[in-house]
């Protein structure tokens, strides 16, 4: 799991480096996507800390 964690955080951060170097304009936007949603799965990728409290049911 963290394999691919670190996969998706080193992609997003040539993402967003390379979307800085862009113009401003639609390119740059999409680029800015692209780093936006690696960095999201990096994070989803990641376990919680240890000895945290397992997260809340979902009230209905």
Known sequence: ???ST???RAHAVAALRKARSLPLG???AKQRMV???CHLLA???TPPPRGSAPPA???S
């Open 6 to 8: 670190q996969y998706f």
């Open 57 to 59: 049911p979902a009230r």
């Open 26 to 28: 639609r390119q740059r």
């Open 43 to 45: 994070k989803q990728g």
């Open 35 to 37: 780093a936006r949603v």
């Open 1 to 3: 799991m963290a394999d």
